[in-house]
């Protein structure tokens, strides 16, 4: 059972999941970074192209999953360097630091508060986020083109291209297909008839929002749906 709510820390979110005990998780390509716990361990789930399969069962795990690009500054790694990857975090950071950071996340009410308040602490002691990256994601969530996107923001294309790949994981191009995806999901399951869902969501028909979902999240929409139901 998955339950989420929104975090003290500006645009994460906080999650809990405990899968059933037989089947496969498909876990969605969203644009964002995971800190993770299970079974007592801290772990990085880094930006997905496609998507992630789970294994069912194992028991429950907790997470706080960050506002797209916000991630990398607080893990001090870039995310392409993550990408498509699920790490121990003393994997990234010293292993002292880790068990301690364990132990306290261990030791709270629940894992996905302790998560938060390290989150929190994490961020306090960090640059703020660049508003820069925001408005880039704002920007292609809307629908503006890439290279729109980097002229209103001062950017050339290839500058655009290198501060993507460290704060998201990959280009703009591959983050604004995965903001399209989300939100035709969020159209489509809300009743908006296919076609209808592929205009506004800004494909170019509903065959190539047909060809998208099955790429990026190997399903068919209308299985995601069923799924989600």
């Known amino acids: 059972m998955y339950a989420e709510r929104t975090s003290r820390l500006a645009g994460a979110v906080v999650w809990t999941n405990t899968p059933e005990p037989s089947g496969v998780g498909r876990v969605l ?3 964002c970074m995971d800190l993770l716990w299970h079974d007592g361990r801290l772990l990085v789930a880094g930006p997905d192209t496609r998507a992630h399969l789970t ?20 893990l001090g790694v870039p995310a392409h360097e993550l990408r498509d990857r699920r790490v121990e975090l003393a994997d990234l950071w010293p292993a002292s630091e880790v068990r301690r950071l ?35 994601v704002t920007a292609l969530d809307a629908g503006r083109p890439v290279a729109g996107t980097a002229d209103e923001l001062g950017l050339g294309a290839r500058r655009l291209h290198r501060r993507s790949l ?11 297909r995965i903001l399209r995806l989300r939100r035709a999901l969020a159209l489509a399951g809300n009743g908006v008839p296919f076609a209808d869902t592929a205009a ?17 999240a190997g399903l068919s929409l209308g299985e995601l749906l069923a799924r989600r139901g």
């Open 29 to 31: 390509p969203d644009g």
């Open 55 to 74: 294994d069912g069962g194992g028991g429950p795990w907790s997470g706080i999953r960050f506002y797209p690009g916000t991630a990398p500054a607080l």
């Open 166 to 176: 460290a704060a998201f994981g990959y280009g703009p191009k591959t983050l604004a």
């Open 102 to 136: 364990a132990d306290r996340v261990n030791a709270a009410p629940d894992p996905a508060s302790g998560l938060e308040d390290l989150a929190l602490r994490r961020a306090a002691g960090a640059e703020p986020p660049d508003p820069l990256l925001r408005q880039v």
């Open 200 to 216: 506004r969501a800004g494909y170019a028909d509903q065959a190539h929002l047909a060809r998208d979902v099955r790429e990026l």
